[in-house]
């Protein structure tokens, strides 16, 4: 009783304290819930302003492709050393060395994953030591597309080693237009990045870029080796795009154009979307990890076949992030050649992943002297052999 009344104020004897009212556990999360909406709305509405004001990039120069045309060799070898359609990487070794890296799905560039990320390709480079580093696409993962192809030149310019690029599917889904994400690597004088023809796309007004030859060329001078990188696009139809019939054309123009100045030149490809005709393999013929089913272009247009035509030793690409495989494709029909569909695992830490698959590359070392593969089953690098 005593203790009552020290503890009270003489002035609040006869004044009523008015309590907050009580909120039901109902009304709290109503509350929380009305909270969250606005900072999402707000977060929307700043991200779509962002969005809409998007990045359109230079026009591509138009280069178009006419099947009648004759391919110019000499177009290959350039005096001033500026990029032309057909570059060429020369070397002092034997063997060449390539280093392909794949799904990086980078956030904004300084989130967790991504710095992760950049940490693993910058080890793997340095414990590889490429001649040539290859992005198989899906650079980025987010509208900061064109923030994260300038990231990639930034990263490269720590390496004196040229790299080039196919595109992904995600990279032309973001704040950047196919135009600028092209425009970028192109300007880069580090990559090699022609524009390649600007007709050959699916359908008039979708865009393909980046479908060009790179030439190996050994200490004697000698054209050794072609690599040609080809974009797979992005979505069509409700479906992953594919290859288009126009491309297929190109490519065969192109190699029997090869074959007539350098008979039986070994030749590799690159690309991002898994191609169609993996799935056509049996399982007995393919060495290595399949973890998820082929997210594969959404057509077989026979490129594979076109391929069998040729001394093509294997077609690499990224795409289903937990896939770690070398398969065999024959088709005795064709040739007796066998075309090795290659595809390698992510190394983005944002993307999805699998327990027990660790984030990495691939090593492709090509003999100059026999055209063959050296130790293709073992190329694979991951985070733990780097990081061991
Ligand atoms: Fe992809």
Known sequence: MVEEEISKSPFEE????PKEPKLSRKSRWLKALAYIMVVVF??????????????YGDEIPELLFDASAEFDISGMYDADGTLHPYPVIETDRDEFRILQITDLHLF????????????????????TEPDLVVFTGDIAFTIFNSRMAERIVVLMKEFDIPYTVTLGNHDCWGKGTKHKIANTYHNDKQCVFPYGPTNIALEPGIMSVGNFPIFIKNPDGDIKYSIICMD??????????????????????LMDGIEQNIPALPSIAFMHITMFEVSL?????IAGMVNERF????????MADEMLKYNVKGVFWGHDHTN??????????ISGNILKLVGTRSVGYNGYGRSGVDKGGRLIRLDLTSGEFIDLENSTVTSTMVYA
């Open 232 to 253: 797979t696009g992005e979505k069509y139809q409700g479906d992953y795009a594919y290859i288009s019939e126009k491309q297929k054309e190109w490519y065969t123009w």
């Open 281 to 285: 393999v049996p399982a007995g013929n």
């Open 42 to 55: 707000v977060i929307t509405f700043l991200c779509t302003f962002y969005f809409l004001n998007k990045e």
């Open 295 to 302: 997210s594969r272009q959404g057509k077989n247009i026979g």
């Open 108 to 127: 904004y560039g300084g989130w967790p994953g991504d710095n992760k990320t950049f940490a693993l390709i910058k080890d793997m480079i340095t414990f």
């Open 14 to 17: 006869d004044k009523e304290v």
């Open 324 to 333: 770690d495989y070398i398969a065999d494709y024959v088709n005795p029909e």
